[in-house]
T-cell receptor, first 117, second 114 residues
Framework: GENVEQHPSTLSVQEGDSAVIKCTYS??????FPWYKQELGKRPQLIID?????GEKKDQRIAVTLNKTAKHFSLHITETQPEDSAVYFC????????????????FGTGTRLTIIP | GAGVSQSPRYKVTKRGQDVALRCDPI?????LYWYRQALGQGPEFLTY????????KSGLPNDRFSAERPEGSISTLTIQRTEQRDSAMYRC????????????FGPGTRLTVT
């Protein structure tokens, strides 16, 4: 089955600087890669995702890059703010057609991001 | 609109008792997933449904765990003869349609087995 590794496990960044979190996956059939942000005591929230036909996707201060050949993808947060402090999880799945039934998400172990004011 | 809801939010039960955890997905969402999340870890897949059909139950730890979604909406995860090792946060997620990708999580049920 799929295995997703995530690094680093903890990351402290000065406010205003950039943060990068990296993940690797094992199953070359995986084609959907979401990132979730989980604040303390809250549910995981989808913040950005990328599909395997795209190499990069950006949404304001957040961007995700995907290297299918190397089977790794990364989350980039620029101009970090205190509210970015949370645990971030990457995940991978095989999204649908023509092979339905494999859409479970396999998560990484998480990165605790702390923004230092 | 309303997000995914789960009940109860907290459940304390004695070892050996059965528990039923409920998930109410976002209205109209076709796919429903159950995960278990240990403290400090990412969610771990248990099972999922498209409409009322259970598509994959490979993540259920053993035969004490079962799930159903009889009318293609609300789902129940049942754990029989609970053990202390079953203590965890149980989360469900839903997705608008089959093979859509995006999954939206509920607040979870914190299960404690004493």
């Amino acid at each position: 089955g799929e295995n997703v590794e995530q690094h680093p496990s903890t990351l402290s960044v000065q406010e205003g600087d950039s943060a990068v979190i990296k993940c690797t996956y094992s199953d070359s059939a995986s084609n959907y890669f979401p990132w979730y942000k989980q604040e303390l005591g809250k549910r995981p929230q989808l913040i950005i995702d990328i599909r395997s036909n795209v190499g990069e996707k950006k949404d304001q201060r957040i961007a995700v890059t995907l290297n299918k050949t190397a089977k790794h993808f990364s989350l980039h947060i620029t101009e970090t703010q205190p509210e970015d402090s949370a645990v971030y999880f990457c995940a991978a799945s095989i999204r649908g057609f023509p092979v339905f039934g494999n859409e479970k998400l396999t998560f990484g172990t998480g990165t605790r991001l702390t923004i230092i004011p | 609109g309303a997000g995914v809801s789960q009940s109860p939010r907290y459940k304390v039960t004695k070892r050996g008792q059965d528990v039923a955890l409920r998930c109410d997905p976002i209205s109209g969402h076709v796919s429903l997933y159950w995960y278990r999340q240990a403290l400090g870890q990412g969610p771990e897949f248990l099972t999922y449904f498209n409409y009322e059909a259970q598509q994959d139950k490979s993540g259920l730890p053993n035969d004490r765990f079962s799930a159903e979604r009889p009318e293609g909406s609300i789902s129940t995860l049942t754990i029989q003869r609970t053990e202390q090792r079953d203590s965890a946060m149980y989360r469900c997620a839903s997705s608008p349609r089959q093979a859509y990708g995006e999954q939206y999580f509920g607040p979870g049920t914190r299960l404690t087995v004493t």
